[in-house]
C-alpha cells in the first residue's frame, strides 16, 4: 500500500462515519445485552410460576436476539446497512401456541468434534448412535 492510497483513506470521510455509527451502536448492543438479561429472568420466572414460558416475551426476545445478531454484522463489517434505528426492527416469527418448541425437527444427540474427526468410519453406526432414543432421560 503505497502513502498516497493511505492518506486518501485516512483522510476519507465516510471511514470516520462508520466509526461514530460503530461507536453508537457500540451503546446500543451493551443496553440490548442488558435488556436481554432481564427478558430471560422475567421468561425464568414467567415459566417458573405458570409452567409455560410467555409468548410475547418469547417473541420479543426472538427479535431482540435478531437485533443483536445485525448489530454485530454492522460493527464486523459484514453488512453495511445500518440496524434499527436506521432501518426496520427485525420482526421474529414465532408459533402460536406458547408451548411449542421454535422447531418442529427433532433434536439429535452428536458426537463431540475431536470424535467425528477421529471416526473415519461413517457407514458403521456406532454404540451411541445406536442407542440413542430421541430424548436425554431414562427409560422407567
Do not use: C
Amino acid at each position: 500500500m503505497d502513502t498516497e492510497s493511505l492518506k486518501t483513506n485516512v483522510t476519507s470521510g465516510k471511514h470516520w462515519l462508520r466509526l461514530v455509527y460503530m461507536l453508537l451502536f457500540a451503546v446500543l448492543l451493551y443496553v440490548a445485552g442488558l435488556v436481554m438479561g432481564v427478558v430471560i429472568v422475567l421468561q425464568f420466572l414467567f415459566a417458573l410460576l405458570t409452567g409455560s414460558p410467555n409468548g410475547n416475551l418469547r417473541q420479543f426476545g426472538e427479535s431482540l436476539a435478531l437485533y443483536i445478531y445485525r448489530v454485530l454484522e454492522f460493527l464486523t463489517y459484514s453488512r453495511d446497512d445500518k440496524p434499527f434505528p436506521f432501518s426496520d426492527w427485525p420482526d421474529a416469527t414465532v408459533p402460536s401456541s406458547s408451548t411449542a418448541p421454535s422447531s418442529t425437527a427433532p433434536r439429535r444427540k452428536t458426537r463431540p468434534r475431536a470424535a467425528a474427526a477421529s471416526s473415519n468410519d461413517k457407514s458403521a453406526p456406532n454404540k451411541e448412535d445406536q442407542n440413542n432414543t430421541g430424548d436425554d432421560h431414562p427409560r422407567n
